[in-house]
């Protein structure tokens, strides 16, 4: 294991302490952890909160600043935050306009938060949950409740955050939400492995011939394992399926996020991105913005992924608008 | 060779294409070559022109933009663009105002952007340079001319770039380019190697437990291969000559850039800033602000470096502003 660490089993407090130090104006934390990441100036609206295992910088503790998010509850490597961190960040946030909680569909996700939505309407917290499923691999269409949340619920927290942040209700944020989780599809492709800190070794092992496509951001298996292909191959068996769950028509307009799963070399994500344009304009859809970077991550996993956000005016004006975390900075260009 | 791309020939150009296709609002090329990158719109000011070799994403192009600069020559992977693309990119963005090179210490660089300014007089072009030589692991105190520039030119951009988007003149941008150049100082370290892509292997090995305090961004030798340490003592062996060679004193104001060289996840970043913070704190130095991510890397390069920028009221003024290309925005807050 070949890691920037101290000892392995502090790598997740030792990085929030770093992440904490670096952006006081910006970040903080409440109640009784560390772990429980809020911003450091709320805001008087509706509140949204994500939460999840750590190591997938920026997700999800990068996407919790101003027109974005409010806060996030930090889970070991890998592995659920409780639902006391999820409920004292829900306390600390609202503002009496209740809370939207926004995460990726992990069965360990989806009990804390039903448990922290119980224990937050016990104190007469209104809340309400939009769960993302993004991962066109992890399930066939008609079973999209079996999908995994990736990259693309980057769309659902900046629709959702610039709404809020223009003072939308907590039904307005909901749907919002929910339109935005209607409008985008992933699919992601792996080279090679990561290794939690605690465990010390590899996941899976992979051929150093082999590629992977439609593997989770834990590792989990895809639909295809091969040899390794030239980029324009795997692109095309990305961006096709996804196409067709999306229904995607001429003259339809989409955002685009190349997201980079940790050691992908940002040249790589624009050869890609190429291919990506070319098919894309023979089918006569416009792309209305590319975001090509790290957006969620594996560590140290080589791979990358391909969301597609079909968009109408209410998501372009939304998508479009300011935004600032330590992680994440959009300039709106209509201002 | 485990990479996403097509032939490694066409890398360079394939890569160009993508970034033009995904960001044709912003970034467009010149004359006779789509290795000339500038602005999609160039204002009337005086011109900011740096190149360099690919591979290093976000630089070079990933600073061409709005409170940074205009234009980019591209070389191959590791390889210094030609004096006639700079001359291109000189000529096209051109103003009457003068054109001020900034660039780093690399013979070819340096050969072909003299060559460059010497054909611009000609065509009554003024132009200045400045030579980024941050990186006090490739030569002792006394010896700064011989030093490699790396990622701590980040800072010469930021600064030089803010001072001519407000209309200083070009002796005036070039006097704060110097000033960021004479207040930063990097050190980086490596745990593994990068592969070009026509080459095919890696340039150097390294053992399974080992890393390198002091490798360049192109693999060039470092200060000491040792077994694998803690980040903790890593940092401390790296902080230390940095804040010797700038002569830092107590109350004295800093900027971090804690750089990934390309596959070390930003999660390991933020432990190594930790202690960097530490540190500074028991030497009384105040940080005035933090910026963590890849600025300047070696494609899937595993490692890191830290920069660490002296500032005065100036230099902190210049810092803030806002700027935006498609790799890197920031909001200023004063404004």
């Given at each position: 294991?070949?890691?920037?660490?101290?000892?392995?089993?502090?790598f997740?407090?030792?990085?929030?302490?770093?992440?904490?130090?670096?952006?006081?104006?910006?970040l903080?934390f409440?109640?009784?952890?560390?772990?429980?990441?809020?911003?450091?100036?709320?805001?008087?609206?509706?509140?949204?909160?994500?939460?999840?295992?750590?190591?997938?910088?920026?997700?999800?503790?990068?996407?919790?600043?101003?027109?974005?998010?409010?806060?996030?509850?930090?889970?070991?490597?890998?592995?659920s935050?409780?639902?006391?961190?999820?409920?004292?960040?829900?306390?600390?946030?609202?503002?009496?306009?209740?809370?939207?909680?926004?995460?990726?569909?992990?069965?360990?996700?989806?009990?804390?938060?039903?448990?922290?939505a119980?224990?937050?309407e016990?104190?007469?917290?209104?809340?309400?949950?939009?769960?993302?499923?993004?991962?066109?691999?992890?399930?066939?269409?008609?079973?999209?409740?079996?999908?995994?949340g990736?990259?693309?619920?980057?769309?659902?927290?900046?629709?959702?955050?610039?709404?809020?942040?223009?003072?939308?209700?907590?039904?307005?944020?909901?749907?919002?939400?929910?339109?935005?989780?209607?409008?985008?599809?992933?699919?992601?492709?792996?080279?090679?492995?990561?290794?939690?800190?605690?465990?010390?070794?590899?996941?899976?092992?992979?051929?150093?011939?082999?590629?992977?496509?439609?593997?989770?951001?834990?590792?989990?298996?895809?639909?295809?394992?091969?040899?390794?292909?030239?980029?324009?191959?795997?692109?095309?068996?990305?961006?096709?399926?996804?196409?067709?769950?999306?229904?995607?028509?001429?003259?339809?307009?989409?955002?685009?996020?190349?997201?980079?799963?940790?050691?992908?070399?940002?040249?790589?994500?624009y050869?890609?991105?190429?291919?990506?344009?070319?098919?894309?304009?023979?089918?006569?859809?416009?792309?209305?913005?590319?975001?090509?970077?790290?957006?969620?991550?594996?560590?140290?996993?080589?791979?990358?992924?391909?969301?597609?956000?079909?968009?109408?005016?209410?998501?372009?004006?939304?998508?479009?608008?300011?935004?600032?975390?330590?992680?994440?900075?959009?300039?709106?260009?209509?201002?």
């Open positions: 294991m070949k890691k920037f660490i101290n000892k392995p089993e502090n997740v407090d030792e990085m929030l302490e770093g992440i904490l130090e670096a952006h006081p104006d910006q903080t409440c109640g009784n952890s560390k772990r429980n990441i809020v911003r450091t100036k709320c805001k008087d609206k509706v509140g949204l909160v994500t939460g999840g295992g750590s190591g997938h910088l920026p997700l999800f503790m990068g996407y919790v600043g101003d027109g974005l998010l409010d806060g996030t509850a930090v889970g070991g490597v890998f592995q935050p409780s639902a006391e961190q999820i409920l004292e960040i829900t306390k600390h946030i609202d503002n009496k306009k209740g809370v939207v909680y926004i995460y990726g569909n992990y069965s360990g996700d989806i009990m804390n938060f039903e448990m922290a119980e224990m937050a016990m104190e007469n917290i209104k809340t309400a949950q939009v769960i993302g499923n993004d991962d066109v691999a992890s399930a066939p269409k008609g079973e999209e409740q079996k999908r995994r990736v990259a693309g619920i980057f769309y659902l927290y900046k629709c959702a955050g610039a709404a809020a942040e223009e003072g939308a209700n907590l039904e307005e944020v909901t749907r919002i939400a929910n339109k935005a989780k209607a409008s985008v599809r992933t699919m992601g492709v792996a080279l090679s492995p990561c290794i939690i800190p605690e465990v010390g070794k590899a996941s899976f092992s992979i051929g150093d011939d082999e590629m992977e496509i439609g593997m989770g951001i834990h590792g989990e298996p895809g639909i295809k394992r091969t040899k390794l292909q030239e980029a324009d191959q795997i692109v095309d068996q990305m961006v096709e399926p996804i196409l067709r769950d999306l229904s995607l028509e001429q003259n339809e307009e989409v955002s685009i996020l190349v997201n980079g799963l940790g050691a992908t070399p940002k040249e790589e994500l050869i890609v991105y190429r291919r990506i344009s070319k098919i894309l304009k023979e089918k006569n859809i416009t792309v209305f913005n590319v975001y090509a970077g790290e957006f969620a991550t594996s560590m140290e996993m080589t791979g990358f992924s391909i969301s597609i956000c079909k968009l109408d005016t209410e998501l372009k004006r939304l998508l479009s608008k300011n935004a600032r975390t330590p992680f994440f900075e959009q300039i709106d260009l209509n201002e």
